[in-house]
C-alpha cells in the first residue's frame, strides 16, 4: 500500500470533499426537479425539497427575483457552488499536509 493511502489528512480530506459533493448534488438534483415540475406529493421529492431546504436555507430566499423559477436556481445554486468551493478548498489544503 503506498504512503498516499496511509495519511490519515488525505482520508479525510476525501471525505469532506465527498460530503461537498453530495450536498451540491442534493440542492442541483431539487433545482433540476422544480424546473421540470416534479409531483411534491411523492415521498423521494418531499425527502430532496426538505433535505435541500435545510442545506440552502441560508441562501434560498436571499434573492428577491420576480419569477420563482429564478429565486431557486439562484438561490439554492449559490448554496451548492458554495459547498462545493469551500468543501473542495478544505479537502485540497488537508491533502498538501
Known amino acids: 500500500m503506498s504512503p498516499r493511502y496511509r495519511n490519515?489528512?488525505?482520508?479525510?480530506g476525501t471525505v469532506i470533499a465527498v460530503v461537498a459533493d453530495i450536498m451540491a448534488l442534493i440542492l442541483g438534483l431539487w433545482i433540476l426537479m422544480y424546473l421540470l415540475d416534479a409531483n411534491r406529493a411523492n415521498g423521494l421529492v418531499?425527502?430532496?425539497?426538505?433535505?435541500?431546504?435545510?442545506?440552502?436555507?441560508?441562501?434560498h430566499d436571499l434573492f428577491t427575483f420576480d419569477e420563482a423559477?429564478?429565486?431557486?436556481?439562484?438561490?439554492?445554486?449559490?448554496a451548492a457552488v458554495v459547498y462545493l468551493f469551500v468543501g473542495h478548498a478544505i479537502a485540497n489544503r488537508m491533502h498538501r499536509h
Open 69 to 78: 423559477w429564478a429565486r431557486v436556481v439562484a438561490g439554492y445554486g449559490l
Open 8 to 12: 490519515g489528512a488525505n482520508q479525510a
Open 46 to 59: 418531499q425527502f430532496v425539497h426538505d433535505a435541500a431546504s435545510w442545506l440552502a436555507g441560508w441562501s
